[in-house]
DNA sequence: CACTCAAGGCTAATGACGCTAGCTTTTAGC
DNA sequence: GCTAAAAGCTAGCGTCATTAGCCTTGAGTG
Protein backbone atom coordinates (compact mmCIF):
# COMPACT_ATOMS: atom_id res chain seq x y z
CA UNK A 1 0.00 0.00 0.00
CA UNK A 2 2.03 3.28 -1.12
CA UNK A 3 1.65 7.00 0.51
CA UNK A 4 -0.49 8.66 -0.94
CA UNK A 5 1.13 11.99 -0.09
CA UNK A 6 -1.57 13.34 1.25
CA UNK A 7 -1.65 16.21 3.71
CA UNK A 8 -4.32 18.84 5.87
CA UNK A 9 -4.21 21.41 2.82
CA UNK A 10 -4.14 18.65 0.04
CA UNK A 11 -7.52 17.27 1.67
CA UNK A 12 -9.16 20.46 2.06
CA UNK A 13 -8.42 21.46 -1.27
CA UNK A 14 -9.47 18.06 -2.58
CA UNK A 15 -12.82 18.35 -0.23
CA UNK A 16 -13.12 21.93 -1.58
CA UNK A 17 -13.40 20.82 -5.38
CA UNK A 18 -15.80 18.31 -3.87
CA UNK A 19 -18.08 20.55 -2.76
CA UNK A 20 -18.31 22.64 -5.54
CA UNK A 21 -19.68 19.88 -7.36
CA UNK A 22 -21.66 17.94 -5.09
CA UNK A 23 -22.74 20.70 -2.50
CA UNK A 24 -21.56 21.54 0.86
CA UNK A 25 -24.45 19.67 2.47
CA UNK A 26 -23.90 16.83 0.67
CA UNK A 27 -19.92 16.42 0.98
CA UNK A 28 -19.07 12.98 3.14
CA UNK A 29 -15.63 10.84 4.17
CA UNK A 30 -16.39 8.55 2.36
CA UNK A 31 -16.76 10.29 -0.66
CA UNK A 32 -13.58 12.30 -0.62
CA UNK A 33 -11.69 9.40 0.50
CA UNK A 34 -12.66 7.72 -2.38
CA UNK A 35 -11.70 10.31 -4.42
CA UNK A 36 -8.10 10.55 -3.00
CA UNK A 37 -7.88 6.95 -3.17
CA UNK A 38 -7.89 6.18 0.56
CA UNK A 39 -10.15 4.45 2.95
CA UNK A 40 -12.36 6.44 4.98
CA UNK A 41 -10.17 6.32 8.14
CA UNK A 42 -6.89 7.44 6.83
CA UNK A 43 -8.41 10.74 6.16
CA UNK A 44 -7.83 11.12 10.10
CA UNK A 45 -4.71 10.88 10.11
CA UNK A 46 -4.77 14.50 8.59
CA UNK A 47 -7.84 16.31 9.56
CA UNK A 48 -9.31 15.78 13.07
CA UNK A 49 -13.06 15.26 12.00
CA UNK A 50 -15.55 16.08 9.59
CA UNK A 51 -16.67 19.83 11.28
CA UNK A 52 -12.65 20.67 11.15
CA UNK A 53 -12.20 20.00 7.71
CA UNK A 54 -16.05 21.95 7.10
CA UNK A 55 -14.34 24.56 8.47
CA UNK A 56 -10.94 24.61 6.92
CA UNK A 57 -13.10 24.62 3.48
CA UNK A 58 -14.34 27.97 5.12
CA UNK A 59 -11.20 29.27 5.58
CA UNK A 60 -9.73 29.07 2.10
CA UNK A 61 -12.90 30.17 0.78
CA UNK A 62 -12.99 33.11 2.18
CA UNK A 63 -9.06 33.37 1.70
CA UNK A 64 -9.59 33.00 -1.54
CA UNK A 65 -12.58 35.08 -1.90
CA UNK A 66 -10.42 38.02 -0.52
CA UNK A 67 -8.24 37.42 -2.97
CA UNK A 68 -10.39 37.69 -5.49
CA UNK A 69 -11.96 41.15 -4.13
CA UNK A 70 -8.51 42.56 -3.62
CA UNK A 71 -7.40 41.29 -6.97
CA UNK A 72 -10.37 42.84 -9.01
CA UNK A 73 -10.02 45.87 -7.33
CA UNK A 74 -6.49 46.74 -7.37
CA UNK A 75 -6.02 50.25 -9.12
CA UNK A 76 -9.77 51.23 -8.88
CA UNK A 77 -11.91 53.46 -7.34
CA UNK A 78 -15.57 54.34 -6.94
CA UNK A 79 -17.93 52.86 -9.40
CA UNK A 80 -14.96 50.71 -10.91
CA UNK A 81 -14.02 49.59 -7.78
CA UNK A 82 -17.81 48.56 -6.80
CA UNK A 83 -18.39 47.14 -10.08
CA UNK A 84 -15.08 45.41 -10.11
CA UNK A 85 -15.43 43.84 -6.67
CA UNK A 86 -19.10 42.66 -7.17
CA UNK A 87 -18.66 41.22 -10.40
CA UNK A 88 -15.26 38.88 -8.83
CA UNK A 89 -17.23 37.85 -5.65
CA UNK A 90 -20.04 36.69 -7.90
CA UNK A 91 -17.85 34.63 -10.38
CA UNK A 92 -16.12 33.40 -7.45
CA UNK A 93 -19.37 32.35 -5.71
CA UNK A 94 -20.88 30.70 -8.93
CA UNK A 95 -17.77 29.00 -9.34
CA UNK A 96 -17.16 27.73 -5.65
CA UNK A 97 -20.79 27.28 -4.20
CA UNK A 98 -19.59 24.94 -2.05
CA UNK A 99 -16.64 26.76 -0.57
CA UNK A 100 -18.99 29.62 0.03
CA UNK A 101 -21.66 27.87 1.45
CA UNK A 102 -18.90 26.24 3.83
CA UNK A 103 -17.49 29.83 4.65
CA UNK A 104 -21.31 30.71 5.39
CA UNK A 105 -22.05 28.25 7.47
CA UNK A 106 -18.73 28.06 9.90
CA UNK A 107 -18.77 30.48 12.95
CA UNK A 108 -15.45 31.72 14.81
CA UNK A 109 -14.51 28.90 17.14
CA UNK A 110 -11.96 31.77 18.99
CA UNK A 111 -10.39 34.59 18.93
CA UNK A 112 -7.38 33.27 17.20
CA UNK A 113 -9.34 31.22 14.74
CA UNK A 114 -7.74 31.71 11.20
CA UNK A 115 -11.40 32.59 9.81
CA UNK A 116 -11.80 35.66 11.57
CA UNK A 117 -8.91 37.51 9.57
CA UNK A 118 -10.00 35.92 6.50
CA UNK A 119 -13.82 37.94 7.06
CA UNK A 120 -11.83 40.42 8.16
CA UNK A 121 -10.02 40.87 4.99
CA UNK A 122 -13.29 40.53 2.86
CA UNK A 123 -14.42 42.99 5.02
CA UNK A 124 -11.57 45.76 4.66
CA UNK A 125 -12.34 45.24 0.93
CA UNK A 126 -15.58 46.64 0.56
CA UNK A 127 -14.74 49.03 3.44
CA UNK A 128 -12.16 50.45 1.90
CA UNK A 129 -14.13 50.82 -1.63
CA UNK A 130 -16.36 52.54 0.07
CA UNK A 131 -14.64 55.03 0.97
CA UNK A 132 -14.25 56.01 -2.28
CA UNK A 133 -17.62 57.79 -1.78
CA UNK A 134 -16.88 59.73 1.13
CA UNK A 135 -19.43 58.83 2.42
CA UNK A 136 -21.04 60.26 5.97
CA UNK A 137 -18.88 58.22 8.97
CA UNK A 138 -22.39 57.53 10.48
CA UNK A 139 -23.19 55.70 6.97
CA UNK A 140 -20.65 54.10 6.47
CA UNK A 141 -21.72 50.68 8.80
CA UNK A 142 -25.14 50.60 6.81
CA UNK A 143 -23.38 51.06 3.33
CA UNK A 144 -21.29 48.06 4.39
CA UNK A 145 -23.88 45.96 5.40
CA UNK A 146 -26.08 46.85 2.40
CA UNK A 147 -23.40 46.30 0.45
CA UNK A 148 -22.95 42.64 2.38
CA UNK A 149 -26.32 41.73 2.12
CA UNK A 150 -27.11 42.58 -1.82
CA UNK A 151 -23.91 40.70 -3.01
CA UNK A 152 -24.32 37.58 -0.65
CA UNK A 153 -28.40 37.78 -1.27
CA UNK A 154 -27.77 37.48 -5.18
CA UNK A 155 -25.10 35.49 -5.38
CA UNK A 156 -26.96 32.26 -3.17
CA UNK A 157 -30.06 32.96 -4.83
CA UNK A 158 -28.36 32.33 -7.99
CA UNK A 159 -26.22 29.74 -6.67
CA UNK A 160 -29.62 27.85 -5.31
CA UNK A 161 -31.34 28.24 -9.26
CA UNK A 162 -34.22 30.82 -7.49
CA UNK A 163 -34.18 32.95 -10.13
CA UNK A 164 -36.51 31.79 -12.53
CA UNK A 165 -35.58 33.31 -16.02
CA UNK A 166 -32.13 32.14 -16.59
CA UNK A 167 -31.90 34.63 -19.42
CA UNK A 168 -30.59 37.94 -18.15
CA UNK A 169 -29.51 37.31 -14.94
CA UNK A 170 -26.47 39.43 -15.73
CA UNK A 171 -28.16 42.65 -16.63
CA UNK A 172 -29.93 42.14 -13.69
CA UNK A 173 -26.70 42.04 -11.62
CA UNK A 174 -25.14 44.84 -13.98
CA UNK A 175 -28.30 47.05 -13.22
CA UNK A 176 -28.12 46.20 -9.22
CA UNK A 177 -24.87 47.38 -8.85
CA UNK A 178 -25.93 50.61 -11.42
CA UNK A 179 -28.52 51.15 -8.80
CA UNK A 180 -26.15 50.97 -5.70
CA UNK A 181 -23.64 53.55 -6.89
CA UNK A 182 -26.36 55.53 -7.86
CA UNK A 183 -27.27 55.82 -4.49
CA UNK A 184 -24.40 55.70 -2.79
CA UNK A 185 -23.16 59.03 -5.42
CA UNK A 186 -26.01 60.92 -4.46
CA UNK A 187 -24.73 60.31 -0.53
CA UNK A 188 -22.14 62.39 -0.99
CA UNK A 189 -21.87 64.84 2.28
CA UNK A 190 -21.80 67.94 0.30
CA UNK A 191 -25.11 67.02 -0.65
CA UNK A 192 -26.73 64.99 2.12
CA UNK A 193 -26.32 68.48 4.06
CA UNK A 194 -28.58 69.87 1.65
CA UNK B 1 -50.20 3.43 24.57
CA UNK B 2 -53.03 6.01 23.63
CA UNK B 3 -53.01 7.78 20.40
CA UNK B 4 -51.05 10.78 20.06
CA UNK B 5 -53.82 12.40 17.92
CA UNK B 6 -50.84 13.32 15.57
CA UNK B 7 -51.21 13.94 11.72
CA UNK B 8 -49.27 15.40 8.96
CA UNK B 9 -50.27 18.49 9.74
CA UNK B 10 -49.52 18.87 13.47
CA UNK B 11 -46.47 17.21 12.77
CA UNK B 12 -45.30 19.45 9.88
CA UNK B 13 -46.02 22.18 12.69
CA UNK B 14 -43.70 20.73 15.71
CA UNK B 15 -41.16 20.46 13.23
CA UNK B 16 -41.32 23.95 11.97
CA UNK B 17 -41.20 25.13 16.05
CA UNK B 18 -38.49 22.30 16.37
CA UNK B 19 -36.56 23.61 13.82
CA UNK B 20 -37.02 27.20 14.63
CA UNK B 21 -35.54 26.31 18.38
CA UNK B 22 -32.33 24.09 17.01
CA UNK B 23 -31.42 25.36 13.24
CA UNK B 24 -32.89 23.58 10.57
CA UNK B 25 -29.75 21.46 9.83
CA UNK B 26 -30.10 20.04 13.51
CA UNK B 27 -33.52 18.72 12.91
CA UNK B 28 -33.66 14.96 13.40
CA UNK B 29 -36.56 12.51 13.70
CA UNK B 30 -35.62 11.08 16.89
CA UNK B 31 -35.78 14.56 18.40
CA UNK B 32 -39.01 15.08 16.95
CA UNK B 33 -40.45 12.16 17.94
CA UNK B 34 -39.66 12.81 21.72
CA UNK B 35 -40.92 16.11 21.43
CA UNK B 36 -44.24 14.41 20.37
CA UNK B 37 -44.08 11.82 23.12
CA UNK B 38 -43.96 9.22 20.54
CA UNK B 39 -40.99 6.60 19.29
CA UNK B 40 -39.33 7.60 16.14
CA UNK B 41 -40.58 4.85 13.67
CA UNK B 42 -43.85 6.22 14.54
CA UNK B 43 -43.60 9.50 12.64
CA UNK B 44 -43.11 7.69 9.18
CA UNK B 45 -47.30 7.09 9.35
CA UNK B 46 -47.15 10.69 9.12
CA UNK B 47 -44.91 11.90 6.49
CA UNK B 48 -42.73 9.57 4.16
CA UNK B 49 -39.25 10.72 4.66
CA UNK B 50 -37.38 13.43 6.68
CA UNK B 51 -36.80 14.86 3.13
CA UNK B 52 -40.65 15.28 2.54
CA UNK B 53 -41.03 16.81 6.17
CA UNK B 54 -38.27 19.51 5.42
CA UNK B 55 -40.24 19.99 2.23
CA UNK B 56 -43.98 20.64 4.28
CA UNK B 57 -41.84 22.44 6.61
CA UNK B 58 -40.76 24.71 3.61
CA UNK B 59 -44.43 25.31 1.77
CA UNK B 60 -45.17 25.84 5.54
CA UNK B 61 -42.67 28.99 5.45
CA UNK B 62 -43.34 30.24 2.36
CA UNK B 63 -47.15 30.50 2.79
CA UNK B 64 -46.55 32.21 6.41
CA UNK B 65 -43.92 34.18 4.68
CA UNK B 66 -46.22 35.12 2.11
CA UNK B 67 -49.25 36.31 4.80
CA UNK B 68 -47.05 38.51 6.51
CA UNK B 69 -45.84 40.30 3.91
CA UNK B 70 -49.43 40.55 3.06
CA UNK B 71 -50.73 41.73 6.01
CA UNK B 72 -48.11 44.13 6.31
CA UNK B 73 -48.81 45.97 3.23
CA UNK B 74 -52.94 46.23 3.06
CA UNK B 75 -53.95 49.71 2.58
CA UNK B 76 -50.42 50.94 2.02
CA UNK B 77 -48.41 51.93 -1.05
CA UNK B 78 -45.12 52.92 -2.19
CA UNK B 79 -42.53 53.90 0.64
CA UNK B 80 -44.97 52.94 2.98
CA UNK B 81 -45.63 49.52 1.50
CA UNK B 82 -42.07 48.61 1.04
CA UNK B 83 -40.89 49.60 4.79
CA UNK B 84 -43.93 47.60 6.36
CA UNK B 85 -43.26 44.31 4.18
CA UNK B 86 -39.81 44.40 4.59
CA UNK B 87 -39.41 44.92 7.96
CA UNK B 88 -42.58 42.04 8.09
CA UNK B 89 -40.00 40.01 6.03
CA UNK B 90 -37.00 40.47 8.56
CA UNK B 91 -39.15 39.99 11.65
CA UNK B 92 -40.43 36.90 10.51
CA UNK B 93 -37.29 35.61 9.32
CA UNK B 94 -35.94 36.64 12.92
CA UNK B 95 -39.14 34.85 14.79
CA UNK B 96 -38.37 31.44 12.59
CA UNK B 97 -35.19 30.99 10.63
CA UNK B 98 -35.49 27.28 10.70
CA UNK B 99 -38.57 27.68 8.60
CA UNK B 100 -37.09 30.29 6.83
CA UNK B 101 -33.94 28.00 6.08
CA UNK B 102 -36.06 25.37 5.18
CA UNK B 103 -37.88 27.44 2.84
CA UNK B 104 -34.88 28.08 1.16
CA UNK B 105 -33.31 24.90 1.13
CA UNK B 106 -36.38 23.80 -0.73
CA UNK B 107 -36.35 23.06 -4.37
CA UNK B 108 -39.43 22.62 -6.13
CA UNK B 109 -39.87 18.68 -7.06
CA UNK B 110 -42.56 19.29 -10.12
CA UNK B 111 -45.22 21.82 -11.69
CA UNK B 112 -48.03 20.37 -9.00
CA UNK B 113 -45.52 21.15 -5.62
CA UNK B 114 -47.34 23.78 -3.79
CA UNK B 115 -44.18 24.80 -2.79
CA UNK B 116 -44.77 26.75 -6.18
CA UNK B 117 -47.53 28.61 -5.65
CA UNK B 118 -46.44 29.23 -1.77
CA UNK B 119 -43.18 31.27 -3.44
CA UNK B 120 -45.31 33.18 -6.15
CA UNK B 121 -47.44 34.46 -3.67
CA UNK B 122 -44.16 36.05 -2.14
CA UNK B 123 -43.10 37.46 -5.24
CA UNK B 124 -46.53 38.40 -6.20
CA UNK B 125 -46.48 40.49 -3.60
CA UNK B 126 -43.40 42.52 -3.78
CA UNK B 127 -44.40 42.81 -7.44
CA UNK B 128 -47.67 44.40 -6.52
CA UNK B 129 -45.48 46.61 -4.39
CA UNK B 130 -43.14 47.80 -6.87
CA UNK B 131 -46.07 48.42 -9.21
CA UNK B 132 -46.34 51.72 -6.44
CA UNK B 133 -42.81 53.18 -7.94
CA UNK B 134 -43.98 53.19 -11.63
CA UNK B 135 -40.87 51.79 -12.65
CA UNK B 136 -39.87 50.95 -16.84
CA UNK B 137 -41.48 47.96 -17.28
CA UNK B 138 -37.87 46.64 -18.56
CA UNK B 139 -36.75 47.22 -15.01
CA UNK B 140 -38.67 45.73 -13.04
CA UNK B 141 -37.59 42.41 -12.92
CA UNK B 142 -34.40 43.83 -12.29
CA UNK B 143 -35.52 45.76 -9.39
CA UNK B 144 -37.60 42.98 -8.05
CA UNK B 145 -34.08 40.64 -8.12
CA UNK B 146 -32.59 43.05 -5.82
CA UNK B 147 -35.11 43.63 -3.79
CA UNK B 148 -34.97 39.81 -2.90
CA UNK B 149 -31.60 39.84 -3.00
CA UNK B 150 -31.17 42.41 0.22
CA UNK B 151 -33.73 41.53 1.66
CA UNK B 152 -32.47 38.03 1.68
CA UNK B 153 -29.09 38.28 2.11
CA UNK B 154 -29.71 40.90 4.91
CA UNK B 155 -31.95 38.70 6.72
CA UNK B 156 -29.73 35.35 6.74
CA UNK B 157 -26.51 37.10 7.70
CA UNK B 158 -28.49 38.66 10.28
CA UNK B 159 -30.21 35.46 11.34
CA UNK B 160 -26.64 33.65 11.89
CA UNK B 161 -25.30 36.34 13.45
CA UNK B 162 -22.99 37.94 10.71
CA UNK B 163 -23.44 41.52 11.98
CA UNK B 164 -20.74 42.59 14.30
CA UNK B 165 -22.09 44.80 16.44
CA UNK B 166 -25.64 44.36 17.24
CA UNK B 167 -26.44 47.86 18.75
CA UNK B 168 -27.88 49.54 15.60
CA UNK B 169 -28.72 46.74 13.07
CA UNK B 170 -32.48 47.72 13.39
CA UNK B 171 -30.95 50.98 12.11
CA UNK B 172 -28.74 49.91 9.17
CA UNK B 173 -32.34 48.00 7.84
CA UNK B 174 -34.28 51.20 7.85
CA UNK B 175 -31.35 52.85 6.55
CA UNK B 176 -31.01 50.14 4.13
CA UNK B 177 -34.53 50.32 3.04
CA UNK B 178 -34.76 54.26 2.88
CA UNK B 179 -32.02 54.09 0.67
CA UNK B 180 -33.46 51.54 -1.57
CA UNK B 181 -36.69 53.87 -1.37
CA UNK B 182 -35.06 56.75 -2.85
CA UNK B 183 -33.51 54.92 -5.62
CA UNK B 184 -36.28 53.42 -6.62
CA UNK B 185 -38.20 56.71 -6.80
CA UNK B 186 -35.21 58.50 -8.52
CA UNK B 187 -36.06 55.92 -11.36
CA UNK B 188 -39.71 56.98 -12.23
CA UNK B 189 -39.98 56.86 -15.72
CA UNK B 190 -40.13 60.44 -16.71
CA UNK B 191 -37.58 61.67 -14.79
CA UNK B 192 -35.62 58.59 -16.68
CA UNK B 193 -36.29 59.68 -19.95
CA UNK B 194 -34.51 63.12 -18.96
C1' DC C 1 -73.50 -4.15 22.15
C1' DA C 2 -70.21 -6.91 19.78
C1' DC C 3 -67.30 -6.94 15.53
C1' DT C 4 -64.15 -5.58 12.26
C1' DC C 5 -60.45 -3.51 10.26
C1' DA C 6 -57.79 0.40 9.03
C1' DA C 7 -55.02 3.66 11.45
C1' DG C 8 -51.43 4.42 14.39
C1' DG C 9 -48.36 2.98 17.82
C1' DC C 10 -44.24 -0.17 19.07
C1' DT C 11 -40.06 -3.35 18.83
C1' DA C 12 -36.48 -5.19 16.08
C1' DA C 13 -33.46 -4.91 12.49
C1' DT C 14 -30.80 -2.90 8.42
C1' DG C 15 -27.69 0.16 6.20
C1' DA C 16 -25.15 4.46 5.88
C1' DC C 17 -21.95 7.24 8.06
C1' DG C 18 -18.81 9.54 11.50
C1' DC C 19 -15.36 8.13 14.20
C1' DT C 20 -11.97 5.23 17.26
C1' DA C 21 -8.83 1.42 18.33
C1' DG C 22 -5.24 -1.13 17.22
C1' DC C 23 -2.27 -3.31 13.79
C1' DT C 24 1.02 -2.93 9.80
C1' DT C 25 3.83 -0.73 6.47
C1' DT C 26 6.33 2.88 4.68
C1' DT C 27 9.96 6.11 4.89
C1' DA C 28 12.78 9.93 6.78
C1' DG C 29 16.70 10.53 9.63
C1' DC C 30 20.58 8.59 11.82
C1' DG D 1 20.62 -1.22 8.23
C1' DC D 2 17.82 0.62 12.44
C1' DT D 3 14.31 3.05 14.54
C1' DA D 4 10.26 5.34 15.15
C1' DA D 5 6.90 8.48 13.73
C1' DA D 6 3.69 8.95 10.01
C1' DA D 7 0.14 7.10 7.32
C1' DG D 8 -2.43 3.34 5.65
C1' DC D 9 -5.79 -0.52 6.71
C1' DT D 10 -9.34 -3.66 8.97
C1' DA D 11 -12.76 -4.11 12.63
C1' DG D 12 -15.94 -2.34 15.27
C1' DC D 13 -19.06 1.11 17.93
C1' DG D 14 -22.78 4.56 18.18
C1' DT D 15 -26.08 7.38 15.97
C1' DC D 16 -29.61 8.09 12.78
C1' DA D 17 -32.89 7.39 8.90
C1' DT D 18 -35.74 4.00 7.35
C1' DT D 19 -38.30 -0.51 6.87
C1' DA D 20 -40.73 -4.76 8.34
C1' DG D 21 -43.87 -6.76 10.96
C1' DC D 22 -46.75 -7.02 15.14
C1' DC D 23 -50.41 -5.37 18.28
C1' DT D 24 -53.74 -2.17 20.10
C1' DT D 25 -56.97 1.31 19.57
C1' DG D 26 -61.27 3.07 18.34
C1' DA D 27 -64.62 4.58 14.72
C1' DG D 28 -68.16 2.87 12.08
C1' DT D 29 -71.48 -0.93 11.21
C1' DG D 30 -74.70 -4.70 12.05
Known sequence: MPRAGLGPASV???AAALVDEIGFDNLSMGLLAE?????????????ASQAELAHRIAVLAMTELADAIRDATQG???????????HAMRRYVLEHPGRYAAGNAARPTGPDDPLVPAVGRVLASWTAMLHGYRLNPDQEIHALRMLRS????????EAIGSFQINADI????????????????????NLAHA
Open 170 to 189: DDSFTWMIGFIDQGLKAKLP
Open 12 to 14: TEA
Open 150 to 157: ILHGFATL
Open 76 to 86: RAGSDALAAGA
Open 35 to 47: RLGVKTPSLYKHV
